[in-house]
């Protein structure tokens, strides 16, 4: 079967033609966001909006972390019996663990899981691309202490879920800005 490198229905770019190497998966940072980020962040790609949003603390950067957004599961209707059904959502995940565990992150967890309602989020995988702000999400975190031999650590572990049809377009994020 013959590759052909046109341009098709929405601009596809063809792998076998562009000769790409494969990005790093993972995700090295948790963006948390008050309810109004976007009256401060117009520009996801602007550090000067990025260092001015964590001055004033409308956000916080969490990480590094041990991150991932597994593939989705569709949730589906079907509105005909002579049709298939139709994808209406898909149910993500990012699932996280943060090493991290002083006073001040559990005081930190503790205010999210009661008020996630009132954030938006968002998270920069390991190519520097920035993915958010994610709105409606379900939050959660524990601290665990595991003890396994000589490798058990104290962590925590935490998950993110939202549905969402689209995917989120990613943006690059600025690595010129002052955190933590």
């Keep these: ?37 976007e009256d401060t962040i117009t520009d996801p790609t602007s550090a000067t ?9 409308k956000v916080e950067i969490v990480g590094p972390l041990l991150a991932e957004v597994p593939e989705a599961a569709p949730n589906t209707q079907r509105t005909t019996s002579c049709a298939p ?12 663990e943060d090493y991290n565990t002083s006073k001040e992150n559990t005081e930190f967890y503790n ?3 009661a008020n996630s309602l009132g954030f938006k989020f968002g998270y920069v995988d390991c190519n520097d691309s920035f993915y958010g702000f994610l709105t409606d999400v379900s939050f959660d975190v524990t601290r665990i202490h595991e003890q396994e031999n000589d490798t058990g650590v104290t962590k925590w572990v935490g998950n993110i879920a939202w549905n969402k049809l689209e995917e989120e377009v990613p943006t690059d994020f600025p690595t010129n800005i002052v955190f933590g």
């Design 111 to 113: 205010d999210l899981i």
């Design 1 to 37: 079967m013959a590759i052909y490198c046109t341009t098709g229905i929405g601009s596809y770019e063809n792998a076998d033609c562009l000769d790409p190497n494969p990005q790093d998966g993972g995700i090295k940072y948790l963006i948390v966001a008050d309810a109004d980020i």
């Design 49 to 57: 909006q990025w260092q001015t949003a964590i001055d004033l603390g």
């Design 85 to 96: 059904a139709k994808t209406v959502q898909k149910a993500r995940t990012m699932s996280f």
